[in-house]
């Protein structure tokens, strides 16, 4: 193979595999760059007074070392294995949906790549990675350094709710036959909880930096004290995302250390219901805890009071967590490799981190320990002890099978006891700085504070760290160097992943396996608990990858992905870079939506549900984007009346014109139920009438829509003018975005209908486009209501 | 800075709270190590091929009694928990309490005592024995002053106004520092709150409230130099300046300490920082003046005779 055909193999994969390779490689690299960010903090507060680095590269180090760590480390290593062994662990021969798994992966690469160009044109943000506004805002912080920060922010979020769809489709409607729900590996139940994290915590923060976008780049005031804007608003939308995403870090590592311990116990999970129950649990509470995060923001002793309490409850399934995994181990047959120590040193150290995580659930506690040390100390004992243990747990124990190449268990042990030693002496000391009212942040600090002696002593397990990573980097050398002999199943595995070849074929497997149990694999082998093995099922006669239907490669997904990339570079430079973007996008876009317009393999995509993957990946992005207009109009809401200057919604707003346009949106919803109907029966004459009308009627709509805005210009209200202005125009102006959108889907298929290219089996095309067409018509129904008749 | 210190009523509440947790903390976290330890040391190495482990898939009843026990932990955490939390954050102030603004600025505080008629920055003085509020306002970035001694933490937010209500137990210098990364200088911004005896602080309000001393010699020729450059236009000096962006300077040689807690008080800190704020505080809006070596002296020598 030449070196153009390898390269353009992997541009152009959309095999799960490789993607998780993909994702595997990137997340390597930028735990390296996250971590010499770490080890350069750590040596600037060695000792007291010392001037390593200066005061701004040192607040860029902290601000990009979160961030990077957060978003590009840590996230994507779970989405490695995510895409690498889901697919697998479910007996499937991919994701539902493998050009758009592509996709997410290259627009994660555009934002990592953006947000670290950042160091090479010398402005890295330095806002922290939580960037609290107004800090944030142009008037605190001129440079582009923020501008880097949440415009690549934003490209990570629409990477990671993308491949959030894409997950929980295939979880739910790609499972082999007879895995039901409550038979899935704990793995893949994790992944599934964390999907839905992600499309529903995501958006939040997304609205949340498209407004200090907004306030940064067009001058409106989200984020303006002056102008009436509260910077609670900020810190609750942050945080809204911020504490889901906590649970989206580390329940893929439980995910794996439930499927580690009982492979290395050599018997079943305990109570593992209950470890999925308490997963479900962990990420609902998560949705409700977010405020304990501003227990010193001054939200007053009621909601400090509630969120104290939730908080506390969410350590109720996390302790029983702990407990089942203790007693999976109790009684079995432990085997020390590697990947074991991994787990039970996540039980260790995840457990001092829960419960200095129950210390500043009390809200009084917390006003002693919030921003202090003691805090950095708790999270990285949840992060690297919990999340980052996990993960190496899975890296020891999956490695096999993603290379077909062992990791040496000897050296492997030896970087295990270097982390785990190096990792406590880094971080439990900082609990003693916390104690000691160390803030967090801050780039020096002075002799007479008394915190040399311990920050010495945090600096020299840092660097232990930093080896440990260096010894696991040797580990993966020597064993790539080494010829792929791996066995299917080294460990004795318990589920569907080690039934096939280590790397596994391109197809995954020659049959899809049967699914008798939970650890369905290990029943094969060892029978039920009457020993019972069940009868082997005969191949059928074509096995093999003969007829297996792969997707074929595509290089929309590149595409797509660099459009998107280069549409947020042009916002740091030129305009015209912002539309050659957007332009490559939507060319992409359509050039990746009719790729397979007539291939006959792509026409039914029907799964466990019995639902089309399309539809349920429509109803689930419907779902992420509830929360991204309720958190717009939820804004809207708590600015109202806040304007300190007129002109005021109830001098303005035309509420007799706009409930004609809304009439017109909601017969534009009719229309569309008549076009799906007359698609479906094949009557091409009404399909076009109706397609047509609802085009028409969506462009209507917009009509009404500019001519609002131009009339409310005239009249003296803008984005810049006040509260009510930024708020209304960017919460309408984001609802007329989704209905062009909209409006162009529809013309697109009108189009192919015209050209005799919609046929009865292009419904499902159809109906997701009008599923949408929906949702944007009842978001409108809302908006109107709260924004024009409720006064 | 200790937080397991406390200094006032406030914070023995928050330290009460504190010991509860911290020994619920320690039983749970001795009880899951030592089962995490025995279980290791029993079951480790049994050799993988021969008869299998037991395999039990669960136990109901194990499972009901684990998941209540860590709920009774956290009742009496909680319990203490929402008594501090009403306890110490009351709508209403206490009456006879003295109230000071708190204003957080990239990198410095403002105090003002509103009954008293004083304003001061950086050092904050309070009597022993009487209730404080502490009302936070921000105008510019959020900030968050924390004294983890007498008063925890509470964030200063431009637009809000926050409140920390406590009374000082014993006289003495206590540190703080702002705990909300807020910029370049956030490392920069430390303060002391000085707990007097009621004849002390009656004492230090009325050396405040008077006027600003007349100098003579060098200072009285450092005097005519800060009068004469852009020092004017930021600082107060009654009588002779009224700028008001940066601290007052009225009674600065009253002060322990200069820049936001940075170093001593003395006319030798004093005249570097004149000459070259810009160095020794990144970020800070405060120029470099271009004052020789001499002038700088003269105008320490100025700015440490306003006691």
Not at chain 1, 294 to 310: K, N
Not at chain 1, 361 to 380: E, K, N, R
Not at chain 2, 149 to 162: E, M
Request: with cysteine; proline share 6%.
């Amino acid at each position: 193979m030449t070196r153009a055909a390898y390269l353009r193999g992997w541009l152009t994969t959309v095999d799960h595999k490789r993607i998780g390779l993909l994702y595997l490689g990137s997340a390597i690299f930028f735990l390296l760059v996250g971590g010499l960010e770490a080890l350069l903090i750590r040596a600037q507060l060695l000792q007291p007074n010392l001037a390593l680095v200066s005061p701004d590269t040192y607040n860029a180090l902290f601000t990009m070392h979160g961030t990077t760590m957060i978003f590009l480390a840590v996230m994507p290593l779970g989405n490695a294995f995510f895409n690498y062994m889901v697919p697998l662990m479910i007996g499937a021969r991919d994701v539902a949906f493998p050009r758009l798994n592509a996709l997410s992966y290259w627009i994660f690469l555009a934002g990592a790549l953006l947000l670290n160009a950042s160091w090479l044109v010398g402005t890295p943000p330095d806002a922290g990675w939580f960037g609290y506004a107004n800090l944030t805002t142009r008037q605190f912080s001129a440079g582009p350094n923020v501008d880097f920060w949440m415009l690549s922010l934003q490209v990570l979020g629409v990477s990671s709710v993308i491949a959030a769809v894409n997950f929980i489709v295939t979880i739910l409607n790609m499972r082999a036959p007879g895995m039901t729900l409550m038979r899935m590996p704990v793995f893949v139940w994790m992944t599934l909880v964390v999907q839905f994290l992600v499309a529903l915590a995501f958006p939040p923060i997304t609205v949340g930096l498209i407004f200090l976008m907004f306030d940064r780049f067009f001058g409106t005031h989200f984020y303006n004290v002056a102008a009436g804007g509260d910077l609670h608003l900020w810190q609750h939308l942050f945080w809204i995302f911020g504490h889901p995403e906590v649970y989206i870090l580390i329940l893929p590592a439980f995910g794996i250390v439930s499927e580690v311990l009982p492979t290395f116990s050599r018997k079943p999970l305990f109570g593992a219901p209950v470890v999925i129950y308490s997963g479900v649990l962990i990420g609902f509470f998560g949705f409700g805890v977010w405020s304990h995060h501003m227990f010193a923001a001054g939200m007053g002793p009621v909601a400090d009071a509630a969120f104290a309490i939730a908080t506390m409850l969410i350590a109720i399934p996390t302790g029983v967590k702990i407990f089942n995994w203790l007693a999976t181990m109790w009684g079995g047959h432990l085997q020390p490799t590697v990947a074991f120590h991994y787990a039970a040193g996540l039980i260790a150290l995840f457990t001092i981190g829960g419960l200095s995580g129950v210390m500043h659930a009390s809200p009084p506690v917390d006003l002693q320990q919030h921003d202090t040390y003691f805090v950095v100390a708790h999270m990285h004992y949840v992060m690297i002890g919990g999340s980052l243990f996990g993960l190496f747990a899975g890296l020891y124990y999956w490695w096999p099978k993603m290379t077909g190449r062992l990791l040496d268990e000897r050296l492997g042990k030896a970087q295990f006891w270097l982390l785990f030693a190096g990792f406590n002496v880094a971080f439990f000391p900082q609990h003693f700085l916390g104690a000691m009212g160390m803030p967090r942040r801050i780039y020096t600090y002075n002799e007479g504070a008394g915190w040399g002696l311990w920050n010495f002593v945090s600096t020299m397990g840092a660097f232990g760290i930093g080896l440990s990573v260096l010894l696991f980097l040797v580990i993966v050398a020597r064993a790539m160097r080494a010829p792929a002999a791996a066995p299917a199943d080294p460990w004795d595995g318990r589920t569907l992943e080690w039934r096939t070849s280590s790397p596994p074929p391109e197809h995954n497997f020659d049959v899809i396996p049967p699914v008798y149990s939970r650890d369905t694999f290990w029943r094969e082998k060892y029978g039920d608990r009457h020993g019972r093995t069940p009868p082997p099922r005969p191949d059928p006669p074509h096995a093999g990858a003969h007829g297996i239907h792969l997707p074929s490669p595509s290089l929309w997904p590149v595409v797509v992905a660099l459009g998107i990339g280069v549409a947020a570079a042009g916002a740091l430079t030129h305009v015209a870079i912002v539309v050659l973007g957007v332009a490559v996008t939507f060319v992409g876009a359509f050039a990746f939506a009719l790729e397979h317009h007539r291939n006959p393999a792509h026409a039914r995509q029907d799964g466990n549900l019995d639902t089309d993957h399309r539809k349920l990946a429509m109803w689930v992005f419907l779902g992420s984007e509830c929360f991204f207009f309720g958190t717009m109009i939820a804004t809207y809401m708590a600015y109202r009346g806040r304007s300190v200057i007129g002109p005021y919604p109830e001098e303005i707003l035309n509420i007799p014109l706009t409930t004609l346009s809304t009439f017109d949106l909601l017969m534009s919803s009719l229309l569309m139920v008549l076009a799906l109907a007359a698609v479906q029966r094949g009557d091409r004459r009404q399909s076009r009438l109706w397609l047509a009308g609802t085009v028409f009627f969506g462009l209507i709509f917009l009509g009404f829509q500019a001519y609002e805005f131009i009339h409310f210009v005239h009249e003296g209200l803008t984005l810049q003018t006040n509260l009510f202005g930024s708020t209304f125009f960017v919460l309408t102006g984001f609802h007329g975005a989704h209905v062009t959108l909209g409006v162009a889907w529809l013309a697109a298929l009108l189009v192919l209908d015209l050209r005799g290219q919609l046929t009865v089996a292009d419904a499902p095309k159809v109906e997701i486009a009008g599923l949408y067409w929906h949702f944007v018509d009842i978001v409108w129904i809302a908006i109107f209501t709260l924004l024009y008749l409720i006064p | 800075m200790s937080t397991l210190v406390a200094r006032s009523d406030l914070n023995r509440s928050i330290l009460h709270v504190y010991t509860i947790i911290t020994w619920a903390t320690v039983v749970i976290g001795v009880i899951v190590f030592a089962a995490l330890g025995w279980i290791l040391l029993r079951y480790r190495s049994r050799p993988a091929g021969g008869a299998l482990p037991p395999q039990t898939r669960g136990h109901t009843l194990l499972e009901i009694a684990w998941t209540i026990a860590p709920a009774l932990v956290l009742l009496v955490i909680a319990i203490p928990t929402l008594q501090v939390i009403f306890r110490t954050q009351q709508a209403v102030t206490p009456s006879g309490a003295l109230q000071v603004t708190v204003r957080g600025y990239q990198w410095w505080w403002e105090f003002h005592y509103p009954t008293l008629d004083v304003l001061t920055a950086n050092e904050v003085h309070i009597p022993v024995g009487r209730t404080i509020e502490f009302r936070l306002e921000g105008p510019d970035v959020i900030h968050s002053f924390f004294v983890p001694q007498l008063a925890a933490k509470r964030d200063v937010v431009p637009g809000r106004v926050n409140f920390i209500t406590f009374t000082a137990d014993q006289p003495g210098e206590y540190w703080g520092q702002c705990a909300e990364f807020c910029g370049l200088s956030h490392a920069n911004m430390a303060l002391r709150v000085i707990v007097d005896t009621p004849e002390d602080f009656e004492r230090w309000v009325a050396a405040q409230r008077a006027p600003a001393v007349e100098p003579a010699g060098d200072a009285a020729r450092g005097k005519e130099i800060y009068a004469r450059s852009a020092c004017v236009g930021c600082h107060t000096i009654t009588g002779v300046s009224a700028g008001v962006l940066g601290p007052t300077l009225t009674h600065f040689g009253s002060r322990g300490t200069i820049a936001a807690g940075m170093w001593p008080n003395t006319p030798d800190n004093v005249a570097a920082w004149v000459r070259d704020p810009q160095g020794l505080k990144p970020g800070v809006k405060m120029p470099n003046l271009g004052l020789t070596p001499e002038q700088a002296r003269d105008v320490a020598a100025y700015l440490s005779a306003l006691k």
